[in-house]
């Protein structure tokens, strides 16, 4: 987020068209070339064409607020993943390497049983819900995205923490071979494994979601596949991609951005448009696709759920 250069080895994803994408857009120049169809309903065959295919069985948000929805493409064809690169049109082609087979997520620390759980395994044991929420990163845009996922608080009740535990704390898989900029070792743009961090009752709170999917199938790799956190209400660094380990602390987690720079970011986050960013203003916001920029609400218009957790705080000095 602080560094802006692209990387030597950045591919333009102009570049790189996968190619069921590539054939399906040739069987549709076919079908246009035999038929001559409306600009509108064009758009809306390719938006939809673009959707993957249902996988999941969930719960469905009612989305009672009407929130207006992120496309699939925008959600995944923009992203923030760095142990790929620090290009976000770049992290789609690159993220194919990161390999979900077999995944395991170690869980330690103050539990009364250590473990690790095949993330297969882990899926069947919680009721996935649909969450739409919006999701504000601190860089100053904004989407809204249908996520799929269970409740933290459900995982925590299931590994059963030690009265001790404070804090929780996750790690990214740590993996030179999935991810290029982990393998550059010194040169690499932040330190790995990227690492983040909760106090207990954030990770309790009803709105905080483990997310395995969104618009009804798996998490996109370039989106943090197989499993990420979601916490609506902070700003998009705090959701960690890719978790491979979950520990239960006593004392504050260093999360990767506040050792990076901890002048600039905290270990809170949360979203707040009385507080700015030493280099960005965080009064408005751009929602992804859209021209006129928007208010930013405080906690990201989570206020009702949330603002109890901070009662007593000052929210400059834990930002
Ligand atoms: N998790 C890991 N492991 N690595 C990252 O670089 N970037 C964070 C967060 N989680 C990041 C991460 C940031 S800065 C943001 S804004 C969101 O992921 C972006 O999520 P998205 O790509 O799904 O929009």
Same mark, same amino acid.
């Given at each position: ?5 692209k990387p ?5 994803e102009?570049?790189?068209t996968?190619?069921?994408?590539f054939?399906k ?9 035999a038929s001559l169809?409306a600009?509108?309903?064009?758009i809306e065959? @390719?938006a939809?064409e %673009?959707? *993957? ?5 969930? !719960?469905?948000?009612k989305?009672? =607020?009407k929130?207006? #929805? ?19 049109e770049?992290?789609?082609p690159l993220s194919?390497?990161l390999?979900t087979?077999s995944w395991d997520?170690?869980?330690?620390g ?7 759980i ?20 601190v860089?100053?845009w ?7 996922g269970f409740?933290?608080?459900?995982f925590?009740k ?9 804090y ?12 290029p900029?982990q393998?550059?070792?010194? @040169?690499?743009?932040? %330190?790995? *494994?990227y690492v983040?961090?909760?106090r !207990?009752?954030?990770?309790?709170? =009803?709105?905080?979601? #483990? ?6 199938s798996?998490?996109p ?6 499993i990420?956190?979601i ?5 998009g ?12 602390v006593?004392e504050e987690?260093?999360?990767s951005w506040?050792k990076?720079n901890?002048?600039?970011y905290?270990?809170?986050a ?14 408005k ?15 990201n ?5 949330v ?8 929210l400059?000095?834990?930002?």
């Amino acid at each position: 987020m602080n560094i802006l250069k692209k990387p030597s080895w950045y591919i333009s994803e102009n570049e790189v068209t996968p190619k069921e994408i590539f054939d399906k857009r040739r069987g549709f120049l076919k079908l246009g070339a035999a038929s001559l169809v409306a600009t509108s309903s064009v758009i809306e065959l @390719f938006a939809k064409e %673009s959707l *993957p295919l249902k996988n999941l069985n969930y !719960l469905e948000d009612k989305n009672p =607020d009407k929130l207006e #929805l992120n496309s699939y493409e925008q959600i995944t064809s923009y992203n923030n993943f760095y142990e790929f690169t620090t290009s976000k049109e770049g992290v789609k082609p690159l993220s194919k390497t990161l390999n979900t087979n077999s995944w395991d997520i170690i869980v330690d620390g103050l539990v009364e049983k250590e473990m690790i759980i095949r993330f297969d395994d882990l899926l069947k044991n919680f009721q996935l819900e649909e969450r739409i929420y919006r999701f504000r990163c601190v860089e100053g845009w904004s989407m809204v995205v249908p996520w799929i996922g269970f409740k933290l608080s459900d995982f925590i009740k299931y590994v059963k923490p030690l009265s001790k535990a404070k804090y929780i704390r996750f790690e990214t898989l740590f993996d030179d071979e999935m991810f290029p900029d982990q393998a550059r070792g010194f @040169f690499s743009t932040i %330190s790995y *494994p990227y690492v983040e961090g909760l106090r !207990l009752d954030e990770a309790m709170n =009803d709105l905080t979601i #483990l997310a395995v999917g969104l618009y009804g199938s798996s998490m996109p790799k370039q989106n943090g596949a197989p499993i990420r956190l979601i916490v609506p209400w902070k700003y998009g660094f705090k959701s960690i991609k890719s978790i491979a380990r979950v520990s239960f602390v006593e004392e504050e987690p260093l999360n990767s951005w506040q050792k990076e720079n901890p002048r600039e970011y905290g270990f809170y986050a949360n979203v707040n448009p009385n507080v700015d960013h030493p280099r960005w203003s965080q009064k408005k916001e751009r929602v992804l696709g859209k021209f006129f920029k928007q208010d930013t609400l405080m906690f990201n218009g989570y206020q009702k759920e949330v603002a109890s957790l901070y009662a007593n705080m000052d929210l400059k000095k834990y930002f």
